[in-house]
């Protein structure tokens, strides 16, 4: 192939014919060139050609019937809401325009009205405008009948024949008032009545029901367990460490005030029950705060009461009656050894037997020590029978109040000034 290629291009074979054979080998050059081109260009053309192909029909976006179908129902519904607007338009619109009408044919008779009552008003003075003359229907006989001047006849009654009393004239005096364009004008208007002004009503300060308030035990207890501890429960004093909770996230402020409670304690529930009785605080405007709060307390588990820790003492009572008891016994044994016990038909009889000294004595000291252990024991049994046990309770601990009644909170010069008021309103 490399030999082939040399004798073509080469310029040793022919070295006269050197440029003749260079132009000869340029031009075979551009003819392969132009030749690989055409096939190349052929190529592309029928590879593009082959692309070319029919793959189908299809849709580029799918119908879909229940679309189309929740859109015309969507349609028909707004339709007939549109609908009914305009119809309830149409009928609002006639209304009006019969209003409209009724107003104008109001209008119009009272028009009508008015102008019948100018001429009812200009009628009465044309008709008197219009009355003829008291002496004579033209002026010709204007002085015919006017009594005549004196004739000589009679003298001083121009011409009358009868004369009587002259009348008295009756004077009548007529105001007319001209009124003056600019002048001022009076008028006379009623005094309002005076409406009594009310008070407007101050904000209330309510801590309501089921109002939660964190609290402190200033003071501990040992809350007595007996049944009458119901009746008069121990006193006890807490002091408020934050912000009332009151309903719907609402809280109020009394921190720092104190509460006073009292309590008692359950021994099956081994918890103490304490009520609140009272509030006291000191405003920052200086003042006092006292009166009455109904609420209950709850221990750190939630429950109601505060659990706490049995303490009782009745051990050591019953323990030491029980040892008076043993004396006792011991003495009645030791008593009556020197006793004989016979049973007969008779019945029982007990004999003692010839005591010495010594024995005596000691009999005796055995019946003094029975006889002292018996009451010992009674003392301590009553003791046992008053002393309950009792639920301690120390001071410190958290608790929470519970409102259980609404609590209006004013201070004393607000309660008196109250007070005043409603004597005044029942005199």
Same mark, same amino acid.
């Given at each position: 192939?490399?030999?082939?290629?040399?004798?073509? @291009?080469?310029?040793?074979?022919?070295?006269?014919?050197?440029?003749?054979? =260079?132009?000869?080998?340029?031009?075979?050059?551009?003819?392969?060139?132009?030749?690989?081109?055409?096939?190349?260009?052929?190529?592309? &053309?029928?590879?593009?050609?082959?692309?070319?192909?029919?793959?189908? &029909?299809?849709?580029?976006?799918?119908?879909?019937?229940?679309?189309?179908?929740?859109?015309?129902?969507?349609?028909? !519904?707004?339709?007939?809401?549109?609908?009914? =607007? !305009?119809?309830? *338009?149409?009928?609002?619109?006639?209304?009006?325009?019969? /209003?409209?009408?009724?107003?104008?044919?109001?209008?119009?008779?009272?028009?009508? +009205?008015?102008?019948?009552?100018?001429?009812?008003?200009?009628?009465?003075?044309?008709?008197?405008?219009?009355?003829?003359?008291?002496?004579?229907?033209? &002026?010709?006989?204007?002085?015919?009948?006017?009594? #005549?001047?004196?004739? %000589?006849?009679?003298?001083?009654?121009?011409?009358?024949?009868?004369?009587?009393?002259?009348?008295?004239?009756?004077?009548?005096?007529?105001?007319?008032?001209?009124?003056?364009?600019?002048?001022?004008?009076?008028?006379?208007?009623?005094?309002?009545?005076?409406?009594?002004?009310?008070?407007?009503?101050?904000?209330?300060?309510?801590?309501?029901?089921?109002?939660?308030?964190?609290?402190?035990?200033?003071? %501990?207890?040992?809350?007595?367990?007996?049944? +009458?501890?119901?009746?008069?429960?121990?006193?006890?004093?807490?002091?408020?460490?934050?912000?009332?909770?009151?309903?719907?996230?609402?809280?109020?402020?009394?921190? /720092?005030?104190?509460?006073? %409670?009292?309590?008692?304690?359950? *021994?099956?529930?081994?918890?103490?029950?304490?009520?609140?009785?009272?509030?006291?605080?000191?405003?920052?405007?200086?003042?006092?705060?006292?009166?009455?709060?109904?609420?209950?307390?709850?221990?750190?588990?939630?429950?109601?009461?505060?659990?706490?820790?049995?303490?009782?003492? +009745?051990?050591?009572?019953?323990?030491? $009656?029980?040892?008076?008891?043993?004396? =006792?016994?011991?003495?009645?044994? @030791?008593?009556? +050894?020197?006793?004989?016990?016979?049973?007969?038909?008779?019945?029982?009889?007990? $004999?003692?037997?010839?005591?010495?000294?010594?024995?005596?004595?000691?009999?005796?000291?055995?019946?003094?020590?029975?006889?002292?252990?018996?009451?010992?024991?009674?003392?301590?049994?009553?003791?046992?029978?008053?002393?309950?046990?009792?639920? /301690?309770?120390?001071?410190?601990?958290?608790?929470?109040?519970?409102?259980?009644?609404?609590?209006?909170? #004013?201070?004393?010069?607000?309660?008196?000034?109250?007070?005043?008021?409603?004597?005044?309103?029942?005199?």
């Amino acid at each position: 192939m490399s030999d082939i290629f040399l004798k073509l @291009f080469s310029n040793d074979r022919d070295p006269s014919n050197a440029e003749n054979n =260079q132009k000869m080998n340029k031009i075979l050059i551009f003819i392969g060139l132009f030749v690989a081109m055409a096939v190349l260009l052929m190529m592309v &053309s029928d590879e593009k050609k082959e692309d070319k192909r029919d793959v189908g &029909s299809f849709k580029i976006v799918e119908e879909d019937t229940m679309a189309k179908t929740r859109w015309v129902g969507d349609a028909a !519904v707004d339709m007939k809401i549109a609908k009914k =607007q !305009v119809d309830s *338009l149409n009928k609002e619109n006639d209304k009006l325009s019969k /209003e409209l009408a009724d107003l104008k044919k109001m209008i119009v008779d009272m028009k009508t +009205q008015q102008d019948k009552n100018i001429k009812a008003a200009e009628q009465p003075q044309t008709q008197k405008d219009n009355q003829p003359f008291p002496f004579g229907d033209s &002026s010709k006989g204007l002085y015919t009948n006017y009594p #005549k001047p004196n004739d %000589g006849s009679t003298t001083g009654t121009l011409g009358i024949s009868q004369l009587g009393d002259v009348p008295d004239i009756q004077k009548q005096s007529v105001t007319k008032y001209t009124r003056i364009d600019g002048a001022l004008e009076y008028t006379q208007v009623a005094k309002p009545t005076e409406v009594e002004k009310k008070s407007k009503p101050k904000d209330k300060t309510i801590i309501s029901t089921g109002s939660i308030t964190k609290a402190v035990l200033l003071s %501990g207890m040992d809350a007595p367990t007996m049944t +009458q501890a119901k009746t008069s429960p121990l006193p006890v004093l807490m002091k408020v460490t934050d912000l009332s909770i009151l309903p719907n996230r609402w809280q109020y402020d009394i921190k /720092e005030c104190f509460l006073v %409670g009292e309590g008692y304690g359950d *021994l099956t529930a081994e918890r103490a029950y304490i009520r609140t009785n009272n509030i006291s605080c000191v405003t920052n405007k200086g003042k006092y705060i006292d009166m009455p709060f109904k609420g209950a307390a709850t221990g750190e588990d939630g429950k109601l009461g505060l659990k706490g820790e049995v303490v009782t003492k +009745q051990g050591a009572l019953l323990a030491r $009656t029980l040892i008076a008891g043993f004396l =006792q016994g011991v003495g009645d044994a @030791f008593s009556q +050894q020197n006793q004989v016990v016979l049973t007969g038909t008779t019945g029982v009889t007990t $004999t003692t037997k010839d005591l010495t000294a010594g024995q005596a004595m000691e009999m005796g000291a055995f019946s003094g020590l029975s006889k002292s252990a018996e009451k010992l024991a009674d003392f301590y049994l009553k003791m046992a029978d008053q002393v309950a046990p009792v639920i /301690e309770i120390s001071a410190g601990r958290e608790i929470n109040i519970i409102t259980t009644q609404m609590v209006e909170l #004013k201070s004393i010069e607000e309660m008196e000034n109250a007070g005043n008021t409603n004597q005044g309103d029942k005199k």
